[in-house]
């Protein structure tokens, strides 16, 4: 089976971070910042917080501070990073947001 139409969308490559033979689910992580977006495929045991620090790496490797970031989903902030990742309420192709915690002025 494919993955959802909404989670090819603005998406470079796909990043497996789920075994073969395990349940995946599709997700996208936004980092709007830098305008970029990255397609996983999780496994049903990967936390909220390993999934926020493979895209910090990927996207923004010179961030020294991850705890300046949240995660997102639907809107709501993700407390506890140590989730997995489908408990938290995504479901197939659901964008997560990972964003600066301090609002900082549109120039």
């Known amino acids: 089976m494919s993955a959802p139409f909404a989670s090819q969308l603005r998406t470079r490559e796909t990043i497996r971070l789920a075994g073969d033979g395990q349940g995946a689910t599709s997700v996208r992580v936004q980092l709007p910042e830098l305008w970029d977006v ?8 990967q936390t909220v917080q390993a999934l926020k620090l ?8 010179d ?3 991850p705890e300046n970031f949240v995660m997102k989903v639907r809107g709501w902030e993700i407390l506890d990073g ?3 990742v489908p408990e938290v309420g995504p479901v197939g192709g659901s964008r997560f947001l990972l964003t600066s915690r301090r609002r900082r002025p549109v120039r």
Do not use: D, G, K
């Open 54 to 61: 493979e895209t910090l790496e990927r996207l923004a490797p």
């Open 38 to 45: 990255l397609r996983f495929e999780v496994a049903p045991t």
């Open 63 to 65: 961030s020294q501070f």
């Open 82 to 84: 140590r989730a997995p």
